[in-house]
């Protein structure tokens, strides 16, 4: 975990409780169209980090010498 929380999946939309339509249709148009937009972003920079690190290790792999060469 992050500190920032920012690959944490976002919680859903509050749905209204209400007779009013327009609070329904705003409640379901950010349950459906802004999660999804949220959670794909925190799926893509999940990707980026374990790509990033993977290469990391790979390169370190390469770069450190034997133990018995001073330079």
Do not use: Y
Not at 37 to 56: F, I, L, T, W, Y
């Amino acid at each position: 975990m992050t500190a920032s929380g920012l690959l944490l999946p976002t919680e859903p939309a509050e749905i209204p409780f209400s007779e009013d339509v327009r609070d329904w249709q705003v409640g379901f148009t950010e349950q459906s169209g802004q999660l999804q937009k949220a959670n794909d972003d925190k799926a893509a920079a999940g990707r980026v980090m374990s790509e990033c690190e993977s290469m990391h290790r790979e390169a370190l792999g390469r770069a450190t010498r034997p133990w018995w060469k001073f330079w």
